[in-house]
């Protein structure tokens, strides 16, 4: 019997990479989705058995897929697989029919474990074929931007998941954007710069391996309160606790994230000290000391948020030129 697959994944590298750990000698026809309609598309049509799934896409995401299929009783299974990994995330996964939840990067022998304990799969099954991803996606060839999107995704998960377990809260994630900009033209690309709000804002260098650049937060001024609420912070001096809120937050977000980005790089970075860049200003205003650059960055944007709470803050990882090179040569060294 050979089982008809549907990988939904926004995400090339990430189609490819689960593509890639199914048990080669698995019997099995595969399909691939981008978002979550074109996945509901084919399995209204009946052409899937088994979905692996992504949570965070563009159209509708994979909370949403989940919904549509147990409201409509659509007849596929389906495996969770995302770098989402708060406890949250694995929990509503479960309540909405997920039969399982596996997490990003992807583990051929998890995935071959969980197949066996659901009897979709048997290792002494040795007359299937060998398993390959469609010509279609065989073809493809993935630039640095999409081999960077995939990794900060798993990257942000693992700071959320961070952020979570800490707070005991769930934080709603993105897709990350990632994009080669002109120095001058930071700030008019990002997506706080739209909302008019004002923000505070943390910076800190790192680098490693050839690898070099800038975190820096940006954090909603509106978000202050909730979240020294949520920190516990009882502070009689205004602006110590916005201070100690930013610093906290900073060495949360930039530790994980950075740390997450290093292990898939096969490489550690150094931090330099945090600066304050400065608080209680528009976007434009925070980055000035960008403007008269004009060097090509690599930028990494995700845009957290605490649901329930009025939390938001900017995520923005900014790479070198002089970074490419060994970003790519690492990434052709790992995915050869």
């Known amino acids: 019997m050979s089982f008809r697959i549907l990988i939904c994944d926004d995400s090339s590298m990430a189609r490819k990479q689960m593509a890639r750990a199914l048990p080669k000698?698995?019997?099995?026809?595969?399909?691939?989705a981008e978002d979550g309609e074109k996945a509901l598309?084919?399995?209204?049509?009946?052409?899937?058995?088994?979905?692996?799934?992504?949570?965070?896409?563009?159209v509708l995401d994979g909370y949403g897929?989940?919904?549509?299929?147990?409201?409509?009783?659509?007849?596929?299974?389906?495996?969770?697989?995302s770098g989402d990994i708060q406890p949250q995330a694995r929990e509503r996964v479960r309540k909405l029919g997920a039969m399982d939840f596996i997490r990003k990067p992807t583990d051929p022998d998890k995935i071959q474990?969980?197949?066996?304990?659901?009897?979709?799969?048997?290792?002494?099954?040795?007359d299937g074929e060998d398993l390959a991803p469609s010509v279609a996606e065989q073809d493809v060839k993935l630039d640095l931007t999409a081999y960077l999107q995939e990794m900060s995704n798993v990257a942000m998960g693992q700071a959320a998941d961070l952020l979570a377990r800490l707070l005991d809260v769930f934080v709603k994630l993105p897709v990350p954007r990632v994009a080669t900009l002109a120095q001058s033209e930071l700030s008019m690309a990002l997506t706080a710069v739209s909302s008019g709000e004002s923000y505070s804002a943390v910076c800190q260098g790192f680098n490693g391996a050839g690898v070099a650049g800038e975190a820096l937060l940006l954090f909603s001024d509106a978000s202050f309160d909730d979240m020294a609420h949520l920190l516990r912070y009882e502070e009689e001096n205004r602006n110590a606790l916005e201070v100690e809120v930013l610093m906290d937050m900073s060495s949360i977000l930039f530790g994980a994230f950075l740390k997450g980005l290093g292990d898939q790089l096969d490489l550690r970075f150094g931090l330099s000290h945090p600066t304050v860049l400065g608080q209680h200003r528009q976007v434009s205003e925070l980055l000035e000391y960008h403007q008269d650059g004009d060097q090509q960055l690599l930028c990494i944007e995700i845009n957290y948020a605490i649901e329930d709470h009025n939390v938001v803050c900017d995520l923005l990882i900014l790479l070198t030129a002089d970074s490419r090179p060994h970003l790519e040569k690492a990434i052709a060294y790992l995915t050869e």
Do not use: H, K
């Open 25 to 32: 000698n698995w019997s099995a026809d595969i399909t691939y």
């Open 41 to 58: 598309a084919i399995i209204r049509q009946g052409e899937c058995d088994l979905m692996f799934l992504d949570l965070n896409m563009p």
């Open 65 to 81: 897929v989940l919904e549509a299929v147990a409201r409509d009783d659509l007849p596929v299974m389906t495996i969770v697989v």
């Open 113 to 126: 474990q969980i197949l066996e304990d659901f009897g979709l799969y048997r290792s002494d099954e040795l």
